[in-house]
């Protein structure tokens, strides 16, 4: 069912936090997501997740564990072209360690969950970073959330920075989804 490199692809149980970047980067297509991960499937057939939290930074945890975190939704995707699995996990397993990058700016320090999956893929770059968008998709305005968010952190809201989401990286043509999976 798993192959190395697969990415997971996560509906939060709501929060304020997942519910902004839902109001954000949602697309007319369903589902939306919050969070992307990383899956490693060992020689030894194990699995792990490698991702980035706010509560924990970039971490690689069982996938059991992962499991037991607050998720809605969990959707398999699996790249549509070759990538290069194992050089892609050895890549991310460096990145571990990391403080979670609360500005969502790919310069500051640190990872967010896109972020995290692109810097991991950089060897065989299927993504591609875009505007990041902190508005509401109906009014054009940034959110109230938003606002508040980058005045606690002294930034200006990165509204048209290049960066990447988890919801616009699965519609870049590269990732198909596979299955569904019980949280």
């Given at each position: 069912?798993?192959?190395?490199?697969?990415?997971l692809f996560i509906q939060s149980v709501p929060d304020?936090?997942?519910?902004?970047?839902?109001?954000?980067?949602?697309?007319?297509?369903?589902?939306?997501?919050?969070?992307?991960?990383?899956?490693?499937?060992?020689?030894?057939?194990?699995?792990?997740?490698?991702?980035?939290?706010?509560?924990?930074?970039?971490?690689?945890?069982?996938?059991?564990?992962?499991?037991?975190?607050?998720?809605?939704?969990?959707?398999?995707?699996?790249?549509?072209?070759?990538?290069?699995?194992?050089?892609?996990?050895?890549?991310?397993?460096?990145?571990?360690?990391?403080?979670?990058?609360?500005?969502?700016?790919?310069?500051?320090?640190?990872?967010?969950?896109?972020?995290?999956?692109?810097?991991?893929?950089?060897?065989?770059?299927i993504f591609h970073l875009i505007p990041m968008n902190?508005?509401?998709?109906?009014?054009?305005?940034?959110?109230?959330?938003?606002?508040?968010?980058?005045?606690?952190?002294?930034?200006?809201?990165?509204?048209?920075?290049?960066?990447?989401?988890?919801?616009?990286?699965?519609?870049?043509?590269?990732?198909?989804?596979?299955?569904?999976?019980t949280p």
């Amino acid at each position: 069912m798993f192959k190395n490199a697969d990415l997971l692809f996560i509906q939060s149980v709501p929060d304020n936090l997942s519910d902004a970047i839902l109001e954000s980067t949602a697309t007319s297509k369903t589902p939306n997501y919050d969070h992307v991960a990383l899956l490693e499937v060992t020689a030894n057939n194990e699995f792990f997740v490698l991702h980035t939290l706010p509560s924990t930074g970039s971490i690689r945890e069982t996938f059991k564990k992962f499991k037991t975190r607050q998720w809605a939704k969990i959707d398999l995707y699996r790249a549509t072209q070759k990538i290069d699995a194992p050089l892609i996990i050895e890549q991310a397993k460096q990145l571990l360690g990391q403080v979670y990058n609360a500005s969502y700016v790919p310069s500051a320090p640190g990872y967010y969950c896109a972020d995290f999956i692109y810097i991991a893929f950089e060897p065989t770059q299927i993504f591609h970073l875009i505007p990041m968008n902190f508005m509401d998709q109906e009014h054009k305005q940034i959110l109230p959330f938003w606002r508040n968010h980058y005045a606690k952190l002294g930034y200006s809201v990165p509204n048209g920075e290049l960066g990447l989401n988890p919801n616009d990286m699965t519609q870049q043509g590269t990732v198909t989804k596979i299955e569904s999976l019980t949280p």
